[in-house]
């Protein structure tokens, strides 16, 4: 039976599509069968291809995230996918609000999978320069080495 993960930032054309592509690079090299996607909370993208930076950034580290569209977090995501990662506070207090009764899921904080990290946000770069993406892609990558050890040793 494979795991699945949800990423999900505010309107998954950022944090959330590259967290998803450094999570299926890093299974993907070590053979692991995971379902991996994201969406956001807000509804205004949807439909959309991850912005321009982050499209960048990730073809930078040998990725094409071109093809990913924006999602809105739907009720089902809470009984389809076993972990739900927020990449910031207040979007893991979105879902903790919009989360069904007796969801299967299990929500947390990306930066809480990451050793001297529990608790805080992976910035929001929509609003900085192609730099800002670059670090965020440093930060989800990071987080998705420490992720895909955990679901390979469940």
């Known amino acids: 039976m494979s795991q699945s993960v949800l990423f999900v930032c505010l309107g998954n054309i950022c944090r959330s599509p590259l967290a998803e592509a450094a999570l299926r690079q890093e299974?993907?090299?070590?053979?692991?069968?995971?379902?991996?996607?994201?969406a956001g909370t807000g509804d205004w993208h949807v439909g959309q291809p991850p912005d321009e930076r982050a499209q960048a950034a990730a073809v930078r580290n040998g990725i094409d995230i071109g093809h990913l569209r924006a999602r809105q977090v739907t009720a089902a995501d809470f009984h389809d996918f076993d972990h739900i990662i927020a990449l910031d506070n207040q979007n893991l207090r979105d879902l903790s609000a919009m989360r069904p009764a007796k969801a299967d899921s299990k929500l947390s904080l990306l930066f809480d999978h990451v050793a001297g990290r529990a608790g805080e946000d992976v910035a929001d770069p929509y609003y900085g320069e192609a730099a800002a993406f670059d670090q965020t892609w440093a930060e989800v990558t990071d987080a998705a080495a420490t992720i895909r050890n955990w679901l390979a040793a469940d």
Request: proline content about 0%; some cysteine; aromatic content about 0%.
């Open 27 to 38: 299974c993907a090299d070590a053979g692991l069968n995971v379902i991996i996607d994201s």
